[in-house]
């Protein structure tokens, strides 16, 4: 019996090996299918499916909680229900492909789909990860493959099986959407390092997004979160409060884009903590949060078992008693130096508080901060001075900067101007390709058909003629129905041979 366990094992990699090209090999032949619509017929499958599901937004919430043990299912449910609604509309007025004419710069363009997508799920948002990213694949006419966190595994695969059902009665090609069964390490790799693999959607730890980076193939990828929110002296502070407390207990804190540390002017240092805890959160002793820090980080590694949990939960396995309808934990960080365990990511209603005498202390706390991770992330600032909250933006390497808001939420669009996503892009200071939240755009190229023009690109621009190539349909001249058929006809010609 001692031998038979190697085997096993070595007979589950291969499975898992074998699945990962078969997976690749059926997800070619759906893009090359996908390929022929139109990008009207897109988005159009592409809301139908995401109509489909939205019923079995707090079905598949309950089963990610109780699956995964991270987060909180009403907010789960609000996670699923805004992938099925927004998704599929928030890029109506956007080019996802087809052919356009940039009379201006003599240009005509031509949209091309990436092929085979694979994406990465996470752990603390699986299922509307997954959402998201078929939809946006579906208006982008490309076929994908998903590689589930295992944590969240059987919910992953379900929803998945479900929305390929959807896109089938939609009348999308058997295939379009797949998920690897087995992931394991290798097989993820696998999927990521294979020809047939046109990009890949990153979404997850840091070393699984690195191994995409380097896998030899195109990838759009994310990095981790550790979000700094500083409140200055000027600040509303019951409305900073009550968004502050709000956000960290969303889905438990469990959102990268949580708050992590709590940056205090000292003239308003007491009161926030008072009004902290008028809206629920405990606001820890010296001693109550060492003995949060060492659960949290035993050994100064972080416990993963805190993760998307609640926070009496946290505190009872700490030693610390707190009620049982809990927002959030407050630790004090008396001494903010390089390596301290709550200067890190915490994905947990734990909030770490570093009371600071001006804006440019607080800077230096979000530097150290940086060392850890969350460069080209999200940070927030409470301030009545907009150019106090413009100094805040520029002095650091985060790419997104809420103003007076929730970083969860509007770091993502829903109250600000920054576009909606469920994948944001750290840019060059988080290692990533891209700086922007996540959208349909990045899975299209675009070719670009260019006719004499003279004085050129530059001659244009300086004339103030040109279009931008981001220019809405509207402003662009439409070729005729008989010519955009040829040119996609000769484009699917071309993603064949390639093939």
């Given at each position: 019996?001692?031998s038979?366990?190697p085997?096993?094992l070595?007979?589950h990699?291969?499975?898992?090996?074998?699945?990962?090209?078969?997976?690749l090999?059926?997800?070619?032949?759906?893009a090359?299918?996908?390929?022929?619509?139109?990008?009207?017929?897109?988005k159009?499958?592409?809301?139908e499916?995401?109509a489909?599901l939205?019923?079995?937004?707090?079905?598949?919430?309950?089963?990610?909680?109780?699956?995964?043990?991270?987060?909180?299912?009403?907010?789960?449910?609000?996670?699923?229900?805004i992938?099925?609604?927004?998704?599929p509309?928030?890029?109506?007025n956007?080019?996802?492909?087809?052919?356009?004419?940039?009379d201006?710069?003599?240009?005509?363009?031509i949209?091309?789909?990436?092929?085979?997508?694979?994406g990465?799920s996470?752990?603390?948002?699986?299922?509307?990860?997954?959402?998201?990213?078929a939809?946006?694949?579906?208006?982008?006419?490309?076929?994908?493959?998903?590689?589930p966190?295992?944590?969240?595994?059987?919910?992953c695969?379900?929803?998945?099986?479900?929305?390929?059902?959807?896109?089938e009665?939609a009348?999308?090609?058997?295939?379009?959407?797949?998920?690897?069964?087995r992931?394991?390490?290798?097989?993820?790799?696998?999927?990521m390092?294979?020809s047939?693999?046109?990009?890949?959607l990153?979404?997850?730890?840091?070393?699984m997004?690195?191994?995409?980076?380097?896998?030899?193939?195109p990838?759009?990828?994310v990095g981790?979160?550790?979000?700094?929110?500083?409140?200055?002296?000027?600040?509303d502070i019951?409305a900073?409060?009550?968004?502050?407390?709000a956000?960290?207990n969303?889905?438990?804190?469990?959102p990268?884009?949580?708050?992590?540390?709590?940056?205090?002017?000292?003239?308003?240092?007491?009161?926030m903590?008072?009004?902290?805890?008028?809206?629920?959160?405990h606001?820890c002793?010296?001693?109550?949060?060492?003995?949060?820090?060492?659960?949290?980080?035993?050994?100064g590694?972080?416990?993963?078992?805190?993760?998307?949990?609640?926070?009496?939960?946290?505190a009872?396995a700490?030693?610390v008693?707190?009620?049982v309808?809990?927002?959030?934990l407050?630790?004090p960080?008396?001494?903010p130096?390089a390596?301290?365990?709550l200067?890190?990511?915490?994905?947990?209603?734990?909030?770490?508080c570093?009371v600071?005498p001006?804006?440019?202390?607080?800077?230096?706390?979000?530097?150290l901060?940086?060392?850890h991770?969350?460069?080209?992330?999200?940070?927030?600032?409470h301030?009545?001075?907009?150019?106090?909250a413009?100094?805040?933006?520029?002095?650091?390497d985060?790419?997104r900067v809420?103003?007076?808001?929730?970083?969860?939420?509007?770091?993502?669009?829903?109250?600000?101007?920054?576009p909606?996503?469920?994948?944001?892009?750290?840019?060059?200071?988080?290692?990533?390709?891209?700086?922007c939240?996540?959208?349909?755009?990045?899975?299209?190229?675009?070719?670009?058909?260019?006719?004499p023009?003279?004085?050129?690109?530059?001659?244009a621009?300086?004339?103030?003629?040109?279009?931008?190539s981001?220019?809405?349909?509207?402003?662009?001249?439409a070729l005729?129905p008989?010519?955009?058929?040829m040119?996609?006809?000769?484009?699917q010609?071309?993603?064949?041979?390639?093939?």
């Open positions: 019996m001692s038979s366990t085997i096993d070595a007979d990699d291969l499975a898992a090996l074998q699945e990962a090209r078969d997976l090999g059926r997800a070619r032949q759906a090359a299918t996908l390929a022929l619509w139109t990008p009207e017929d897109a159009r499958v592409a809301k499916v995401a489909a939205l019923p079995r937004a707090e079905f598949y919430a309950e089963w990610a909680v109780r699956e995964s043990r991270i987060g909180k299912v009403a907010d789960k449910i609000a996670k699923n229900q992938a099925c609604t927004l998704t509309t928030a890029w109506d956007v080019a996802l492909g087809g052919v356009r004419r940039n201006a710069l003599r240009i005509v363009e949209g091309r789909p990436a092929g085979v997508v694979v990465l996470n752990s603390t948002s699986p299922v509307a990860t997954i959402m998201f990213k939809i946006l694949c579906l208006m982008t006419r490309n076929a994908l493959v998903i590689s966190h295992p944590v969240a595994l059987g919910c695969t379900a929803v998945t099986h479900e929305l390929q059902a959807a896109i009665k009348g999308g090609p058997a295939h379009a959407l797949q998920i690897l069964t992931p394991t390490v290798e097989a993820t790799g696998a999927l390092r294979d047939r693999t046109d990009v890949i990153a979404t997850g730890g840091t070393p997004v690195r191994a995409a980076y380097g896998s030899g193939n990838a759009i990828g981790s979160g550790n979000v700094p929110v500083y409140v200055d002296a000027s600040a019951e900073a409060a009550k968004t502050i407390v956000d960290k969303f889905d438990h804190g469990s990268c884009q949580a708050p992590s540390v709590l940056l205090l002017h000292a003239n308003i240092a007491t009161q903590q008072q009004a902290l805890a008028r809206q629920g959160a606001v002793t010296e001693q109550e949060a060492l003995l949060i820090q060492n659960h949290a980080f035993s050994g590694k972080f416990n993963a078992k805190v993760v998307g949990r609640p926070a009496h939960e946290i009872q700490a030693g008693n707190v009620p309808d809990c927002q959030a407050v630790c960080i008396a001494l130096q390596g301290h365990v200067l890190k990511e915490k994905l947990s209603p734990i909030l770490g570093v600071v001006s804006m440019d202390q607080a800077i230096e706390v979000a530097r901060m940086l060392q991770s969350g460069a080209g992330h999200t940070s927030g600032v301030t009545a001075n907009a150019e106090q413009v100094v805040w933006g520029a002095a650091l985060y790419y809420v103003v007076n808001g929730s970083t969860v939420h509007d770091s993502t669009g829903a109250n600000t101007g920054l909606y996503t469920f994948t944001i892009g750290t840019g060059y200071a988080g290692k990533s390709s891209v700086d939240n996540v959208g349909p755009e990045l899975l299209v190229n675009w070719k670009r058909v260019a006719f023009l003279p004085g050129g690109w530059a001659g621009m300086a004339s103030g003629a040109a279009i931008p981001s220019a809405s349909p509207s402003q662009l001249s005729s008989e010519v955009q058929a040119v996609l006809r000769i484009v010609e071309e993603l064949e041979h390639l093939r």
